[in-house]
Structures are given as structure tokens and as C-alpha cells.
T-cell receptor
């Protein structure tokens, strides 16, 4: 079955360490997104990519980095510059390019990052 | 600027009760879309419904129904005869159609259905 796979599901990090969250999709979707979820704050957009080798910052990109070398993959690195990285991270994708405002997103099961 | 407000952070009901989840949005767009997603304990958000701003017809799908009222900028979601499996966090979201316009999510409502 097609879908989005995120790994690891749980990740613990010491302060000062960079960590990379994996996101792989086999839906042949063009656009991919990273959201951060904090209790009571909904989902906030970190980065998105509408095509291979191109990506744009979302609302809260500081302290994060991404790459899009393959259509299927959109890894997120949480760097030591992110001051409050403990959160639940969700990867999403959708078919087609253009504005996301009208289109349905498919989500992965998320990765929970905890900074010790 | 866009804003989506889900004033109910947590709702607890007993199985078979009806429950309504409120969603109020703000936008300057004349054409926009509204969504509801469900997030079960497994974590992934599951799409439930999309409605465009020109279609104010209410929609019913099984035990689920949605009431879109443009006059009050609301898009409320009702579950009839709730079941334990309905326990989840529900998100309302709004998006425009202009280039680069991203989805804006509400803070979510956690629904707990007790047996």
C-alpha cells in the first residue's frame, strides 16, 4: 500500500546534537511538507518542497534544515540552533504542484523528538 | 492573515452521545477551502472532509456531518451517536488558492468518548 513512512518514531537527543528525521513516500506525490505539532498549537509549517532540489521555508524554519535530492525523500534535520526542539514532527505530501490551500494532504505517523 | 480557532481544547462524552466540534476561521480571501482532519492515537492525520467557500451545503457522511456557515465564518463538525473509536484529536484547517498560500490549522480539539 502507498503511504508515508517516518522514522524513527521516537528519538531522544542530548542538547547540542543535530538529529535527522526521515520521511519517505511511495505515492509519487510531487510536494512534501514538514510540520511541527505542539500541544494546543495545532500544526506549524517548518519547510516544504514542491519539486526535487527545491524547497522553501515555512513559518518556523529557524534551527531546521531539509534536502530534497529524490522525489520520494524529504529528510528534516533538527540542528543545535533550534532552542526548543522537543515536539511531534509530521511529514506530509500531496500530488501536484501549486498552492496547497486547496488540496488534501497525506500524513505520516510522525516522529516524537525529546531533548534530554 | 489567516487564523483558525478551535475554542474547545478537550471534550469528554459518553458513548452514543452526540457531540459538536466548533471551528471558526478568519480570512480575507474570497475563495478558500476548509478541511477537517482526525488524528487518532497512532499519530497520522487522516483527511475527513474538504469544503470550498462557494458551497455552503451541509454534508452528511454516516455518523459525521458538517455545518458550514459563511455568515459566521464557522465550519462545525458533529458526530452523531459517538463511539469509543471516535476518540482522537480533530483539526480544522483553512487554505486559500493564491500561490504560496499555506494551510492554517486550528489548535485541535481532543475528543474522548467513554464507554
Amino acid at each position: 500500500d502507498g503511504g508515508i513512512t517516518q522514522s524513527p518514531k521516537y528519538l531522544f537527543r542530548k542538547e547540542g546534537q543535530n538529529v535527522t528525521l526521515s520521511c519517505e513516500q511511495n505515492l509519487n506525490h510531487d510536494a512534501m511538507y514538514w510540520y511541527r505539532q505542539d500541544p494546543g498549537q495545532g500544526l506549524r509549517l517548518i519547510y516544504y518542497s514542491q519539486i526535487v532540489n527545491d524547497f522553501q521555508k515555512g513559518d518556523i524554519a529557524e534551527g531546521y534544515s531539509v534536502s530534497r535530492e529524490k522525489k520520494e525523500s524529504f529528510p528534516l534535520t533538527v540542528t543545535s540552533a533550534q532552542k526548543n526542539p522537543t515536539a511531534f514532527y509530521l511529514c506530509a505530501s500531496r500530488k501536484g504542484q501549486g498552492t496547497v490551500g486547496a488540496n488534501v494532504l497525506t500524513f505520516g505517523a510522525g516522529s516524537r523528538l525529546t531533548v534530554l | 492573515a489567516q487564523k483558525v480557532t478551535q475554542a474547545q481544547t478537550e471534550i469528554s462524552v459518553v458513548e452514543k452521545e452526540d457531540v459538536t466540534l466548533d471551528c471558526v476561521y478568519e480570512t480575507r480571501d474570497t475563495t478558500y477551502y476548509l478541511f477537517w482532519y482526525k488524528q487518532p492515537p497512532s499519530g497520522e492525520l487522516v483527511f475527513l472532509i474538504r469544503r470550498n467557500s462557494f458551497d455552503e451545503q451541509n454534508e452528511i457522511s454516516g455518523r459525521y456531518s458538517w455545518n458550514f456557515q459563511k455568515s459566521t465564518s464557522s465550519f462545525n463538525f458533529t458526530i452523531t451517536a459517538s463511539q469509543v473509536v471516535d476518540s482522537a484529536v480533530y483539526f480544522c484547517a483553512q487554505g486559500g488558492v493564491n500561490a504560496g498560500n499555506m494551510l492554517t490549522f486550528g489548535g485541535g480539539t481532543r475528543l474522548m468518548v467513554k464507554p
